[in-house]
């Protein structure tokens, strides 16, 4: 393929490369647990044992164990203090380093939703019952949202600018398809992307209070879905422009070859039932990478197994592409919010490196209304060269990626 | 590329209107500060509050049940683009981003719900103040106000992040497709934020806050929103937004913004509009302005309006970009008379003056920096 000069009005200098991913979620710790997880298709949703669900619908969430998070932070200074958030990010960074020392980013993007919510519950709860706060500003320091972001980065000795990126359940998809655009302009060569977000007590209930998550299995795009369950983790990859990246003999893993967002400004949480937002941004996607939708051969979807985000979804996939197969991985693993998109797009990855489509579990049937190509229950061999992973989130910002198997 | 700023809006606690604020500053006026009490103590924080009378008129039906960092962030964002004379019809809208700045966000919302967890448990969680709580709500009011249908962004970060948008923004209007681009900031203020910051010992008990002092006794909070519209002509041209960094410790900040200033330094510079605000900062800020720029006159706004965090770098800008258009500078507030630093002490003309430098260091590890000019 040549070099494309534009792609839906944007500057186009350079093709961009996956040069290292790294990831951490209830899949596994690393790309191979992951990929040995997902060609299982096994159920990695537990009951949730972070804190009292007792009150709550939803009893469950995809976990990521401690007792192997926070195994090697004797390793990272000052590594009691940090939240759970930085010891994923830190596991997902070290992933990447280990795969790419030579790579210097200029720019690390990031989503994420909540950082390190659970130590503003500690803080907040032990003011309340007026506990001591010897704590408190261990609490403080490691809580905001950009925190486990450098802590990362400090312990990698990288000190490149952070854009932390909250666009809700979007973050992690806008995180990498930013990045992907800085490279594609030629205005950076190389950009760490991804995104992170731990389990808490706040946004599980938050999502409770909503009735949007589920006391059941997480079932997307099937007739009986009862809604989400929440899920963790943390995922980098790390972008390069193509050309560099050859030059210097770095493998490459896949490319990134479009992004697409739009605003639909529906609802606060819910998308327009039309599906309007999420078809803009897939379209977006497509314009971006100058492909035609006959050109994906998987979809990953953002497919939380709501009834309102299914249906928005799956018309809008229905009427882009015909018979695409698609997969909402979520329900293997939870939906991770401002990971989710980072996460899906080491799925998609490893979907590409390996030739097979992901499996969407827990499905009985089809919702009568959407006509989906679904991969039901059990992964498959298959032909991958494109793959589309949406993410959508509240406040109506819906992101798309495409990615395409590595030439080489 | 080019990368100009066409319009700006300002809510502070002196007031809802760029000139009359920048008036109020160059007469050497504080906001008055205001005492909220703590809700399991006894203890008094002093805060700098966007009075009511501001945001009168403001009111819009998308924001009925929002939090006040919303209804800030609108109004100055629907100032920004009214002063720039822009109407924002759908085509118009089709080709503006939208890049909000925050760093502590919906907090009034996120505690009240998760208060009535902790008190009532799980099931009187409200479902209409979660989603208020998210980070991009305010941007997503804005959004449907606006009918933006295309990149909304919302970044997090510490008191750089203003200028981290504004660098974001530079990059997403590399896209041709892009005309305009509103950048936000915005904070909102409460007890509990307060009581963090005195647990990490960044806050002082009541005004004054003395900048670049030795002593650094502190900051005062303040909230309101700061905005710009970017387009690719206007009055003031922003030469260079600096990508910036991570600093690991308080005592390496100083390096980081030394490198800044250096690069943003290239040019003849006229003021610095610095981000000193009575902690750390002020002294990282101060060694590296001696070092860099040392004749170069600097100003800080905090001892006036006080520490908006997410909504400071905008503010700094929006003091820029006044300070070249009106070829003044107002007096900083409460600073002591043997700093060696070049301040603006008093009311100070600076005929020709053309460029600035706006330097943001952040609480939280984060420092960042763009080069403003004025159009001949």
């Not at chain 1, 498959?380 to 992101?399: H, I, W």
Request: proline share 5%; with cysteine; aromatic share 6%.
């Amino acid at each position: 393929m040549g070099k494309p000069s534009s792609a839906n009005g944007k500057k186009v200098t350079a093709r961009v490369a996956v040069v290292a991913a790294g990831v951490v979620s209830p899949l596994g710790f690393g790309l191979t647990e992951t990929l040995e997880s997902l060609c299982n298709s096994r159920d990695c949703v537990s009951p949730v044992i972070r804190f009292s669900v007792e009150q709550c619908r939803c009893k469950t969430a995809g976990q990521i164990p401690d007792d192997r998070l926070l195994a090697s932070r004797g390793d990272v200074p000052r590594s009691r203090r940090l939240h759970r958030a930085s010891h994923m990010m830190i596991e997902a960074l070290k992933e990447v380093v280990t795969q790419a020392p030579q790579f210097k980013p200029e720019l690390t993007v990031i989503g994420t939703t909540s950082g390190g919510m659970s130590y503003g519950e500690d803080y907040y709860r032990s003011l309340h019952q007026g506990r001591r706060l010897r704590r408190a500003p261990t609490w403080i320091a490691n809580y905001p949202a950009q925190k486990p972001v450098l802590d990362a980065q400090e312990t990698f000795g990288i000190s490149s600018p952070c854009q932390v990126i909250a666009n809700a359940c979007a973050s992690g998809t806008n995180a990498i398809g930013h990045a992907f655009e800085c490279v594609r302009s030629g205005r950076y060569q190389r950009v760490l992307a991804g995104g992170f977000d731990a389990v808490s007590e706040m946004v599980f209930v938050g999502f409770d209070s909503l009735q949007a998550s589920t006391p059941e299995k997480c079932r997307p795009f099937d007739r009986n879905r009862t809604g989400m369950v929440l899920g963790e983790g943390a995922a980098i990859l790390a972008l390069e422009n193509l050309d560099l990246a050859g030059e210097r003999g770095a493998p490459v893993l896949a490319e990134i070859i479009g992004y697409g967002i739009s605003t639909d400004n529906f609802h606060i949480t819910q998308p327009d039932p039309s599906g309007v937002g999420p078809q803009q941004a897939m379209e977006r996607a497509l314009q971006s990478a100058n492909i035609s939708a006959d050109a994906v051969d998987y979809i990953n979807a953002h497919g939380t197994a709501t009834l309102f985000n299914d249906a928005a979804e799956g018309k809008a996939i229905s009427r882009l592409f015909d018979g695409v197969p698609v997969s909402s991985t979520k329900s293997m693993m939870g939906h991770s919010l401002g990971a989710a998109g980072a996460v899906e797009a080491i799925v998609c990855l490893l979907a590409l490196q390996h030739q097979f489509l992901p499996a969407n579990i827990n499905f009985g049937a089809l919702d009568d209304h959407l006509a989906l190509n679904i991969v039901a229950n059990e992964a498959r061999p298959a032909v991958v060269r494109t793959a589309l992973s949406n993410s959508f989130g509240f406040g109506g910002t819906n992101a798309s990626i495409l990615m395409r198997k590595s030439e080489a | 590329m080019s990368l100009a700023i066409a319009g700006m809006g300002w809510v502070t606690p002196l007031g809802h209107d760029v000139d009359s604020v920048w008036e109020q500053l160059l007469r050497g006026h504080a906001a008055s500060a205001t005492k909220i009490s703590e809700q399991f103590g006894d203890r008094l924080y002093s805060v700098f509050r966007v009075p009511e009378s501001a945001m009168a008129g403001s009111a819009h039906p998308r924001l009925r049940r929002a939090s006040a960092i919303s209804r800030f962030a609108a109004a100055a964002g629907l100032d920004a683009i009214k002063a720039a004379g822009v109407k924002l019809d759908s085509e118009k809208a089709e080709r503006t981003a939208l890049v909000f700045a925050i760093s502590n966000g919906g907090v009034i919302y996120t505690k009240r719900f998760y208060r009535d967890i902790v008190e009532a448990g799980a099931q009187k969680a409200s479902p209409l103040l979660f989603p208020e709580t998210v980070f991009n709500a305010p941007a997503s009011h804005l959004a449907a106000i606006l009918g933006i249908t295309s990149a909304t962004y919302t970044l997090v970060g510490d008191g750089a992040v203003g200028l981290a948008a504004i660098k974001m923004a530079e990059d997403l209007m590399a896209n041709e497709a892009v005309d305009y681009c509103l950048v936000v900031g915005t904070e909102e203020i409460d007890w509990l934020l307060c009581d963090a910051y005195r647990r990490w010992r960044l806050l002082r008990s009541a005004p004054p806050i003395e900048p670049f002092s030795e002593q650094q006794r502190g900051m005062i909070l303040s909230e309101g929103a700061g905005a710009i519209l970017l387009a690719r002509e206007g009055p003031f041209t922003i030469e260079f937004a600096h990508p910036g960094g991570s600093f690991t410790k308080r005592a390496e900040a100083g390096k980081i913004l030394k490198r800044i200033l250096s690069d943003l330094g290239q040019r003849k510079i006229d003021l610095v509009i610095s981000s000193a605000n009575g902690t750390f900062i002020d002294q990282a800020e101060r060694r590296a302005l001696e070092q860099v720029v040392p004749e170069t006159l600097v100003y800080t706004a905090k001892p006036a309006l006080g520490e908006s965090v997410g909504a400071a770098g905008l503010w700094q800008v929006v003091l820029a970009a006044q300070a070249l258009r009106h070829a003044e500078l107002p007096p900083v507030l409460h600073a002591h008379p043997g700093i060696t630093l070049r301040l603006s002490l008093s009311r100070t003309p600076m005929a020709g003056a053309r460029r600035a430098i706006v330097l943001s260091c952040g609480l939280n590890q984060q420092a960042a920096g763009l080069r403003l000019a004025i159009q001949c």
